[in-house]
């Protein structure tokens, strides 16, 4: 099973065991992961699930859709390895992966 | 704002016209209630039009699939025989009791000055009402109605005005071709040069920019100079990673919508984490005569669906009947049999 480590804003970090086919968004709900708050469910339509990638992971998680970069322009304090977490689906190939929460969604 | 007139006097007003609120009109027109829906948004639908109106929805029975749009325009043509009064961008602000435990009147007023007098309040809030998502920049709150605003309530507000525009989306780009002609100098703040609004705004504010009319920036907020509520400069973090101070005195973000519970809080209600518990037999809240339908509401086993709402609407219409003809006895009939309702629906 995939692992994947959830740093704080405040450098807190907590790893966890994620599914293959679910998404990031919803390993972090699912295991109490605090820092996501996922109002949409999923949809990619409220951009609280917003992430930073590590960037040693950004070229394997890759870039945003279209729809994706759209809700971004939502988010607080966009970076270019800002992603939002219900849009990056866990596979064997994200082992290991480091996201970072921000301090704030929405 | 409008002057104030003579109340409205109807059956029921219902807060709000999302799915819930929609329904909540077809199942009291079934028994002659006549209803008033009030939406600070522009158009009925609530979250299905605002936040998802090409998604599919897979779970309305009846439906494999329909688009949250498609759900809201069904639900019109469905409650267009009851001939629904409809009061868009107003802000239902107040709530008060002007009956009695038995015969239940309430005054309802609204932000734009309107005010109904009716038997009933649905509250079909939902997540609340849609408001304008603020911006993440420190200390924007002193600024906010004296040089933020969130919206363009009167074009001349801006004249004169150097202005920042900030987002991508379809209000900043038409406010910017708004609003050229009238402010002294615009300028248009985005986070990346891909704008989400209609391609023919995008292509005129390309035009504007290309003319020299207008300045186009590409970067995010990260700071507000002024004092008193006057904006003097906006910093801007451009995507090189420098800081340029825009020369700026007011500013108009569009940051998109979210939900927020708004004035419901003030109505005297019981509240439950921003939730009106209701009991689930009529759906009513504590106080009698106000029912909360949909997502608004809190219960045991309550689950935020489409059609645990559409249920609930039908439920509270029968109690609601009780208040408006508190001397009519109720026959529950089927629509596909009974004469009677098919009047109503204008296909006997
Ligand atoms: C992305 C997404 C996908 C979803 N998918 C599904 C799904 O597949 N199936 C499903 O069953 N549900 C789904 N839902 C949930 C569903 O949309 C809600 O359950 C439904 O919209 C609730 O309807 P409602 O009428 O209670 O409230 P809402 O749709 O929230 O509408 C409430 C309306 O009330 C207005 N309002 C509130 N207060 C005031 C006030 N004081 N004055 C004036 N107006 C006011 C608001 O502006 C709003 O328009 C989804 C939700 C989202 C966000
Ligand atoms: S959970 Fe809403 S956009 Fe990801």
Request: hydrophobic share 40%; net charge negative.
């Amino acid at each position: 099973m995939p692992k994947i480590s959830f740093i704080d804003f405040k450098g807190t970090e907590r790893t966890v065991d994620a599914q293959v086919g679910s998404t990031v968004m919803e390993t972090a709900l699912r295991n109490g992961v605090p820092g996501i708050d996922a109002e949409c469910g999923g949809a990619c339509s409220c951009a609280t699930c917003h992430v930073y990638v590590d960037p040693a992971w950004q070229a394997a998680v890759g870039k945003p859709s279209a729809m994706e970069d759209d809700m971004l322009d939502f988010a607080r304090d966009v970076q270019p390895n800002s992603r939002l977490s219900c849009q990056i689906k866990v596979t064997e190939a994200l082992d290991g992966l480091i996201v970072r929460t921000p301090e704030k969604q929405g | 704002m409008t002057e104030p007139t003579a109340p409205i006097q109807t059956d029921v007003v219902i807060v709000g016209a999302g799915p819930v609120g929609l329904f909540a009109v077809f199942e009291l027109g079934l028994l002659d209630i006549k209803a008033h829906l009030v939406d600070i948004l522009d158009r009925p639908g609530g979250q299905c039009a605002e936040l998802y109106p090409e998604k599919p929805i897979y779970d309305i029975p009846g439906f494999p699939v329909v688009s949250g749009q498609g759900l809201v325009d069904n639900l019109m043509k469905q409650i267009e025989p009851f001939g629904p009064q409809f009061h868009f961008n107003e802000m239902v602000e107040s709530l008060e009791s002007i009956g009695t435990a038995e015969r239940p009147r309430f005054r309802v007023k609204t932000d734009g000055g309107l005010t109904f007098e009716c038997a009933c309040v649905m509250i079909a809030a939902g997540g609340g009402s849609f408001q304008p998502k603020k911006p993440p920049v420190e200390g924007i709150e002193a600024y906010e109605g004296s040089s933020v605003f969130y919206a363009v309530r009167k074009k001349e507000t801006f004249r004169g005005k150097k202005l920042l525009i900030v987002g991508g989306g379809d209000s900043a780009l038409d406010w910017t071709l708004n609003l050229q002609p009238i402010a002294e100098r615009i300028t248009l703040l985005h986070r990346r040069d891909d704008f989400r609004a209609a391609p023919h705004s995008v292509n005129a504010m390309r035009e504007l920019v290309a003319t020299g009319k207008i300045d186009l920036r590409i970067g995010q907020l990260a700071g507000l100079e002024g004092a008193d509520g006057g904006l003097t400069a906006v910093k801007a973090k451009l995507s090189d990673g420098s800081v340029e101070t825009l020369d700026v005195n007011m500013m108009l973000p569009f940051f998109g919508l979210t939900m927020k519970l708004g004035p419901i809080a003030n109505w005297g209600l019981n509240l439950h984490e921003n939730l009106v518990p209701v009991d689930t037999e009529k759906f009513e809240s504590n106080h009698p005569g106000i029912f909360a339908i949909g997502d608004i509401n809190a219960y045991p086993g309550k689950l935020k669906l489409i059609l645990s709402g559409f249920h609930e609407a039908a439920l509270a219409a029968q109690k609601a009947h009780r208040y408006v003809y508190p001397d009519k006895r109720l026959l529950f009939q089927y629509t596909t049999s009974s004469t009677n309702l098919q009047r109503k629906l204008g296909v006997a």
